[in-house]
């Protein structure tokens, strides 16, 4: 531990301990479709888990918004660092979204959509891992943190191809367009996930661009 | 003790308005707090002025063949331009105006070591060039060293101690350089080197102490525009040049020599901050401030002889 940084240390610990409750949302929100798709009824177990983490992910942010103003870091970066975190609450709170449409409207998911759902929802977790493995190496090492950036971004790319081709096998599909419109929230909002992540890489990347002599 | 006095203002004026240059940005930005700063300030002023402001008092001390009260009236004629130019809001240097003042009192007088003068002249116009130059080598020598910080808790870790370290060494140059300016125009007819050095740094102390904090975030904003690791790079070229002037003896302008270093640092960091106004204000540095000082010393001399 550096010991000359403590309460960073210790704000680092929260940020850390922050990004895995929103990776297990993320997770659980995978889960949580896959026992949908096979047992809608069982599923609601898995539901309460990602809300249950999304709540833990908000009172870990508190924490570092609270605990930041302490004196940790210098002041020009508190407002990069407390901006990076609310950006990264907000995958969790797009995670938990996702799961609420599913959960309250108790859509039909044709067979022909499922593989591509999940395809989607893998793809915008490897999104969300990169941009949390860039935030991470924000504190270990800036260089490596900018690749992990483009790493999102090339994530979040893979990620809109499938959510096109999702959307588009949607709406050939001999279902009624209400039905269409519902099922293309939730393909939209399952690639908000990606897109937020890489919104927060956005921030990261402006944070190491300051740092740059 | 009446000779003290304007040294004494002069001294609480310059502390109060050049820490400024030495801990402004660091305080404004926040990477040092600033009560902290100021005593840490205060503290290697008096050191600085004791341990390095020998040369400098020797130089403004032989300027001219005055007496004492010639010597104070130079000192009040600078500390009365620095309020008034402060106040109308130009450029203003205390070196220029003490040496401005001791030179407009010689010119009806005579006895003035042309030159001292002209060591001083040259100086003066080397001050913020050689700024500059120390600027642009520093940032490009300390950039790698910088840039193999790898994390942002080291990094803003570094910041801070460097801080520090270039605002006690600032502060020290500060004091060896500009105590001349305070006490200067004493010696020889009034107050022996070690005396003059002791009084004048406990003096700038004192300003720094007392009224820094609004010149300070004034200043400090203004030079932390560019970024936390380039605007101490300024400084502490800034510093350097100071403190090699204090060496030679010739007390300069702290505030030329902090543009020079931020125009340096932003020259090596590829963004051209110079502007035709910046130079103005530099030769209105060189030319105005003394002229000024020096007629308002004339006539205060004028004025001394008619009471």
Redesign the interface.
Known sequence: M?I??KK??KI?ELIKNHLDLVEKTIESLRDYLKMYFSDSEKATVMYKKVLNLESDADRVRRKVETDMYSGA?????RGDLLGLIESVDKIANKAEFVADLIELQRPIIPDELKDGILKQIDLSLDTFRMVKRSIEL??????KAGEYVILTEKKEHEEDEIERGNIKKLFELDIERCAKLELKEIIRSIGDIADRSEDTSDRVEI?IL??R? | MIFILPAIFLGWALGANDAANVFGPSVA???VPYRKATIVSAIFVVIGAIVGGAAGLETIGSLSTGGAAEGALSILSAAISVTIMTYLGLPVSTSQAVVGGIVGIGLILGGINWKILLKVVIAWLATPFGAMLLGYILYKIA?PI??RI????????S??IVAWVVGAYGSFSLGANNVANVTGALVGSYLSIPMAALIGGLSIAFGILTYSRKVMMTVGKKIVEL????SLISIFAESLTVWVYALIGVPVSTSQAIVGGVLGAGYA?GTSLGSKKILLRIIFGWVGTPTVAGIISMSMYWLYTKL
Do not use: A, M
């Open positions: 550096w000359f940084g960073e240390e680092i870091f210098l002041p020009n970066f924000l504190f270990e090492d800036l260089q944070v300051k740092r002599v | 930005s926040g990477l950039t910088f840039r790898k994390s942002v808790q080291i990094q803003d870790l910041l801070k970024d936390h690791f380039s960091k």
